[in-house]
């Protein structure tokens, strides 16, 4: 069952207050208080309920119902910004991104990064690694599409370019990038001197880099064909 609007509010508030409290704390410290442990009560119960989910498919169904559950106590700490470990937070962020929420995803993930907050135990990557390779694969296989991708990967970029990650995971998102600008995925490729100038000229450099940071990126037949298609044609 949904939170009522007097539910939300509550919970909004006392992720307010628990925020104030961890600022007397050791800002750097995990996350303590009412909202945080009801919060993490109630991610348990769904942990487990998604665990007798065989279905990828289904998983992601029920992550979309379940998520507006946290809507209230997300927005209190994004609010507050207390800066503490916090592993509901870090956890919602991953069920936005398994259920195609990418801007919401990338809301939390703006502070999660800001505040180092790693991911959950059952994950081997960092959060921004985790961002780069899951905003890259939407748009590769055509889940993003449009003003959605490139808005998205520029996010994403401007949000782990700094970020120590592997090349191979900056690489995908470059060509991620570089592929929305042209609109290409992966089923579907593209004619280049059906596309402008302009984004030919854009997408040439992204694509370049992504080369650059891992010679198997598989872009390299898109390079030439913009290459040829950039080429200034003999008078």
Do not use: F
């Not at 998983?59 to 559950?69: D, H, N, S, T, Y």
């Not at 700490?77 to 936005?96: E, F, K, N, Y």
């Amino acid at each position: 069952m949904g939170q009522t609007l007097a539910q939300r509010h509550r919970m909004h508030h006392l992720a307010l207050a628990q925020a104030a409290l961890a600022v007397t704390a050791d800002v750097h410290g995990h996350t303590v208080g009412t909202a945080y442990e009801l919060q993490q009560a109630q991610l348990h119960q769904h942990r487990l309920r998604l665990k007798d989910l065989h279905s990828v498919e289904k998983k992601i169904e029920a992550k979309r119902v379940i998520l507006p559950e946290y809507d209230a106590y997300v927005d209190g700490v994004l609010q507050a910004r207390p800066g503490t470990q916090d592993d509901v937070i870090a956890t919602v962020l991953v069920w936005h991104i398994d259920a195609g929420n990418y801007a919401r995803a990338l809301q939390i993930a703006e502070y999660a990064m800001e505040s180092d907050i790693k991911p959950p135990d059952n994950y081997n990557r960092t959060l921004p690694t985790i961002v780069q390779d899951e905003v890259a694969e939407a748009i590769l296989a055509g889940k993003l599409k449009g003003q959605d991708a490139l808005q998205i990967a520029a996010q994403a970029m401007a949000l782990t370019e700094s970020a120590d990650t592997p090349d191979q995971a900056k690489s995908k998102l470059y060509k991620a990038a570089g592929w929305a600008i042209l609109g290409k995925t992966g089923s579907s490729d593209v004619d280049m001197n059906s596309r402008t100038l302009k984004a030919c000229r854009e997408a040439l450099p992204l694509l370049l880099r992504a080369m650059e940071l891992d010679t198997r990126a598989g872009v390299k037949k898109d390079i030439e064909r913009l290459e040829r298609r950039l080429k200034p044609k003999a008078e």
